[in-house]
């Protein structure tokens, strides 16, 4: 039985599936309080849906992407067996994970975008640097960059753990309407930084705090 706080169809707005189509299953309780959180309403709110439901309700989108969001479902223990199911359903899989808990359970085919929290998120101490040597090379890394000190760290994580040769990609995200995007993206080609600049689609298209796109 999972708690999910919502499941819905709508246009992918990151990592490097961003603008496909894609159903979203975001589950019910997170154990960060990151200062930018942008779906703190997903910290209580659900309903018990069994994995029979979870998976016909995605197969009712007829989606081939699925991504599994919160909250932080990795704190479900039915996330696991989930996952299984839609992947021999035939589904591409994402898992947005905070990188705070243990990804090795994750089924090897899962696309996991794993976020690195950075010293403006509050949470920073609570990261699993164990995860970075679980990436597969089809793994995504984020960061979410608040200020100039998030990018430094960001930068000293993805040079010392040599993240621009093993996952298939390292995304920098800037805090929506708190870092401009243009400063962000000068700041990475001045230093040439191996990696992705990250903005939220979704955000662009719809209102930042409409729920369920």
Do not use: N
């Given at each position: 039985m999972l708690t999910v706080n919502?499941?819905?169809?709508?246009?992918?707005?990151?990592?490097?599936?961003?603008?496909?189509?894609?159903v979203f299953v975001r589950l019910t309780a997170c154990d960060l309080r990151c200062s930018w959180c942008d779906t703190p309403y997903a910290f209580y709110e659900g309903r018990k849906m069994s994995i029979d439901?979870?998976?016909?309700?995605?197969?009712?989108?007829?989606?081939?992407?699925?991504?599994?969001?919160?909250?932080?479902?990795?704190?479900?223990?039915?996330?696991?067996?989930?996952m299984d199911r839609l992947l021999a359903a035939g589904r591409t899989v994402m898992l947005e994970t905070g990188g705070h808990r243990s990804i090795d359970r994750v089924p090897p085919a899962v696309r996991k975008i794993?976020?690195?929290?950075?010293?403006?998120?509050?949470e920073a101490d609570k990261n699993d640097w164990q995860n970075l040597d679980r990436l597969a090379p089809h793994d995504e890394v984020k960061?979410?960059?608040?200020d100039r000190v998030d990018y430094?760290?960001?930068c000293d994580v993805i040079d010392r753990h040599d993240l621009a040769s093993r996952p298939s990609a390292v995304l920098l995200s800037p805090v929506h309407g708190?870092?401009?995007?243009?400063?962000?993206?000068?700041?990475?080609?001045?230093d040439r930084v191996p990696a992705r600049l990250q903005l939220q689609l979704h955000k662009y298209i719809w209102s930042p705090t409409t729920r369920g796109v």
């Open positions: 919502e499941i819905f169809y709508s246009i992918q707005g990151e990592s490097t599936r961003a603008g496909e189509p894609c439901d979870v998976v016909t309700a995605v197969e009712a989108h007829r989606c081939p992407l699925v991504e599994i969001t919160g909250g932080e479902p990795l704190l479900q223990e039915d996330v696991y067996p989930l794993v976020d690195v929290k950075c010293p403006g998120s509050g960061f979410v960059v608040r430094e760290f960001a708190v870092l401009d995007p243009k400063t962000l993206s000068e700041w990475m080609l001045a």
